[in-house]
């Protein structure tokens, strides 16, 4: 027999999966669905870790979030305006486009990475099922 194979944080980050057992799921809608796009259920439906563990949690999530977005507009605008060679307005009208695009995709993936940071896995929690 094989030994069992640790699931991923990578996944269970951009799976938008609970830290703690990697099977239920942050956000109940889809990321790109406009009906309720950051509402989080209360705790995992699967374990029932809380996904808001005290008041102001998701704080660490903005700087999460502004550091990614900080890098990927310097990125893109460079890439935009130096490699194609397109004017900075075209380059930034662009960028406001994408940003507008992937807002909600962005706030939830620096949700999902700030709690997978403070969240440790438990193994014994992946097999359990959901009591009622």
Not at 93 to 118: D, E, K, P, Q, T
């Amino acid at each position: 027999m094989s030994a069992p194979v640790k699931p991923s944080k990578l996944k269970a980050i951009l799976g938008m999966k609970c830290p703690r057992c990697h099977k239920g799921d942050l956000f109940a809608t889809p990321a790109f669905s406009f009906r309720q796009p950051f509402f989080m259920p209360d705790k995992c439906p699967h374990c029932e870790q809380p996904y808001m563990p005290e008041p102001g949690f998701y704080y660490g999530a903005m700087f999460v979030s502004y550091i990614f977005m900080g890098w990927f507009c310097l990125l893109f605008l460079m890439f935009f305006h130096w490699v194609l060679d397109w004017s900075l307005a075209a380059s930034f009208g662009l960028l406001v486009a994408v940003c507008l695009f992937l807002y909600v995709l962005i706030f939830r993936l620096a949700r999902s990475i700030w709690i997978n940071l403070m969240v440790k896995y438990d193994p014994t929690q992946s097999g359990k099922q959901q009591q009622q």
